[in-house]
T-cell receptor
Framework: SQTIHQWPATLVQPVGSPLSLECTVEGTSNPNLYWYRQAAGRGLQLLFYSVGIGQISSEVPQNLSASRPQDRQFILSSKKLLLSDSGFYLC???????????FGQGTRLTVV | AQSVTQLDSQVPVFEEAPVELRCNYSSSVSVYLFWYVQYPNQGLQLLLKYLSGSTLVKGINGFEAEFNKSQTSFHLRKPSVHISDTAEYFCAVSGGFQKLVFGTGTRLLVSP
């Protein structure tokens, strides 16, 4: 069966420090991968998505970047965190756009 | 571009009453439509989806939704809600651009 792993679950980072959140999927090949940020009143904001290795589409210009170095690995990064980067980050995968999306457990990021 | 609008941020309702959660979408291509539910402190779970065919879609837990192309809507309904239906509900759209875009969510509050 397919599973999705996202870590860490919680993270407290100082302003100006780098960030790396990792998401991996097991049990499927060539999935569509997505990074979201969930905030109260704003729902799930799509940050990045990828349909293949090295293919990244950015939805929201900001202080973050994403990479897909392997088929089932999706990484969310920042070189220098801002206070406004605090939030709950979710990784998700879909086999195709007409199938169900499966979500990781999320990472609660607090920038201090 | 694809977008989803959930006009109601919160819907209070009494137990055993009917409920409708509204969702409108915008897209320049054919879309697939989804409703997800997020119970407190849990991940997102698929309630139902519309791909094609019959415009009335039935999902889990007694929920159903109707696709209306002319009004670009996909409203979620349940004829009689339970306390356990208290959760946040997200409408989502995907399509030809491989994106999966969510609305801002509607918090359903069921009281006795």
């Amino acid at each position: 069966s397919q599973t999705i792993h996202q870590w860490p679950a919680t993270l407290v980072q100082p302003v100006g420090s780098p960030l790396s959140l990792e998401c991996t999927v097991e049990g499927t090949s060539n999935p569509n991968l997505y990074w979201y940020r969930q905030a109260a009143g704003r729902g799930l904001q799509l940050l990045f998505y990828s349909v293949g290795i090295g293919q990244i589409s950015s939805e929201v210009p900001q202080n973050l970047s994403a990479s897909r170095p392997q088929d089932r690995q999706f990484i969310l990064s920042s070189k220098k965190l801002l206070l406004s980067d605090s939030g709950f980050y979710l990784c998700a995968w879909m086999a195709r756009v007409d199938t169900e999306a499966f979500f990781g457990q999320g990472t609660r990021l607090t920038v201090v | 571009a694809q977008s989803v609008t959930q006009l109601d941020s919160q819907v209070p309702v009494f137990e055993e009453a009917p409920v409708e959660l509204r969702c409108n979408y915008s897209s320049s291509v054919s879309v697939y439509l989804f409703w997800y539910v997020q119970y407190p402190n849990q991940g997102l779970q698929l309630l139902l989806k519309y791909l094609s065919g019959s415009t009335l879609v039935k999902g889990i837990n007694g929920f159903e939704a109707e696709f209306n192309k002319s009004q670009t809507s996909f409203h979620l309904r349940k004829p009689s809600v339970h306390i356990s239906d208290t959760a946040e509900y997200f409408c989502a759209v995907s399509g030809g651009f491989q994106k999966l875009v969510f609305g801002t969510g509607t918090r359903l509050l069921v009281s006795p």
